[in-house]
Each structure stands twice: as C-alpha cells, then as structure tokens.
C-alpha cells in the first residue's frame, strides 16, 4: 500500500509525495510537527501542514536567504535569525568569518530538537560555539534587543500561527529599530503566483520603513509554485551596489558571486506586483 502526502498550496491545487516513514507527527505548543522521509526529496519537515525544508533542495532557499545579505552587508558582526529553527540559515551564515555572534530565535524548541535527530545535514550548525539558540518569539526579541544587529534574517513560516505577526508593518519597524545605523534585513515572503497580495503588502510595509529595498527570487521545487521571493530593507546598503567580483566563491550549491545580482531581475508579472 502506497502512502503519499499532499500539501493543498491553495483550495484548489498542491504537491503530492510519495512517503517511505513516518519518524515524528506530534501537535507542539504551537503548530503541528511531522517529520517524514519521503522517496524523492529524503527527510521532510512539516508544520501545519506545509512543507517546511526537505534534505534535497533546502540548499537552495537556505543559501538565498543567507548569502545575498550577508555579502551586502560589507561586515555581518553581529546575525539574527528569527525561525529558521532547522538550522539552514544558520549553516549558512557560518561560512561568513567575520560573523562573531549569530543568534537564532525560534519560538517552537521542538522544531531544534527534532532537526537536530532527523536533519543532521541542516542542522549540524546549530552547536557551533559562534551560535546562540533561543527559544522565543521572535516579535518579542527585536524589541527586546534594540540597535543590537548589523544584519537579520526573518525565516518564517507563512503569516499564520505563531508567525502571523511577522509579516506586519509593526514587526518591521521592529527590525529597523533592532538593527544598527547600517544594518539590513531580509524576510522570505513566499510566492508570486498564489500570494501575490502578500507580496505586495510586505513591499508596501518594508518601503515605508527602510531606505533601499529590494526583491529578489529563487526556485524551490517543494515551495508552493516553486518560485520563491525574498525582500531585503536596508537602512545604507544596496545589494546591487555590490562588486560581485569581490565576492568569494564558497561552498555553495545555488548561491554565486554571478547570481548574487541575477537574482534580482525579476519576470514582469512580478516586477508589477511591486511597481
Ligand atoms: N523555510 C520555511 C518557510 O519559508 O516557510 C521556514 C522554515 S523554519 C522551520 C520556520 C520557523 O519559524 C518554525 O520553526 C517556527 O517555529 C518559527 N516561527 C514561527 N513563528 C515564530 C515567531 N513568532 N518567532 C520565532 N519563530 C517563529
């Protein structure tokens, strides 16, 4: 007997995978948790419902959410991660020497504890002695921590839930007063085909507040539509002021010097959402 799972990315459309196991399914305080190993994309993690990083493609969405603002920022000190309780983001940001302090703040310990046993390969980061892992709300944090960070990263899950205060005009005032005077910022912001209001209402929220702000995208086979979206705000550095050609090539599997600024032209259906 077969065994697949399907996420409904909208009413009326999803993914389907097929299932080898079923290692954790289990409601935490917040959110529901699976954790599945699936046939095509290896280990899978679930919230909600939605599928949240799988060992086959995360590299990508992890490596884009990192390296674009860590290479703009010209010295990352000081990194906080809000969600990202898989530990991609953070692997990634280790490969930054100059950071000296990446905290990451997820609300849910049993997202951290659970990457941890059936994520090795996304989550091995998290030990390192540079990281500091909290358990909170990440809206609570920026407050809390007022002109602390040269650079944040918001990886969320969709507004809904516990996140559903992170995708708000509030939340980003928060962050420009959590970063310091050249700090810079970038939140997921999920995709153009299913929620394109919502990409529109975070540019509309994140110009107001910061200076410079950009949009970029990247593939992700197991994101709903496949083509994600990032926004940066930034209160001095332009991402496409970057000189690409200083830019090291490191361990990466997505992310290059050369695509560092490509990533940054967008289809036309999305330029006009965020015209
Ligand atoms: N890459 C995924 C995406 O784009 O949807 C996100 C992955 S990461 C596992 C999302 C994390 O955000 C979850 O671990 C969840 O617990 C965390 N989260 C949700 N709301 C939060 C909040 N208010 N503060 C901190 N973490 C939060």
Redesign the pocket.
């Known amino acids: 007997m077969e065994l697949w799972f399907t996420e409904k990315q909208t009413e009326d459309f999803g993914i389907t995978m097929k299932i080898k196991e079923t290692y954790v399914s289990e409601k935490t305080d917040?959110?529901d948790l699976a954790m599945v190993k699936t046939e095509e994309f290896g280990n899978m993690?679930l919230?909600d419902g939605?599928?949240?990083?799988t060992e086959k493609d995360e590299f990508v969405?992890?490596e884009m959410?990192a390296h674009p603002v860590l290479y703009t920022h010209p010295n990352p000190e000081q990194v906080l991660v809000?969600?990202?309780?898989?530990g991609?983001v953070i692997r990634e940001v280790l490969k930054h020497p100059q950071v000296k302090k990446a905290v990451l703040?997820?609300?849910?310990g049993k997202?951290?504890e659970y990457?941890k046993k059936y994520l090795p390969s996304i989550a091995g980061g998290l030990e390192d002695p540079r990281v500091e892992v909290l358990v909170?709300?990440?809206?609570?944090?920026i407050h809390d921590h007022k002109n602390t960070y040269d650079v944040i990263m918001v990886?969320?899950?969709?507004p809904v839930?516990?996140?559903?205060?992170?995708f708000t005009r509030g939340f980003y005032q928060g962050i420009y007063e959590a970063l310091k005077e050249d700090g810079i910022f970038v939140a997921?912001t999920?995709n153009p085909w299913f929620k394109a209001d919502l990409i529109q209402s975070v540019n509309k929220d994140v110009k107001e507040v910061f200076p410079i702000v950009r949009v970029y995208t990247a593939n992700i086979p197991t994101?709903p539509s496949g083509l994600?979206t990032f926004t940066m705000g930034s209160k001095k550095y332009d991402p496409l002021e970057v000189d690409e050609s200083a830019i090291p090539e490191i361990d990466t599997k997505y992310y290059t010097p050369r695509l560092h600024k490509a990533a940054f032209v967008l289809p036309k259906f999305v330029e006009d959402l965020i015209k």
């Open positions: 917040f959110q993690l919230l939605m599928v949240m990083t969405y992890h959410v809000v969600g990202g309780g898989d991609g703040v997820d609300i849910d997202v951290i990457s909170n709300d990440g809206f609570m944090h990886d969320s899950t969709e839930g516990p996140a559903a205060n992170l997921q999920d994101y994600w």
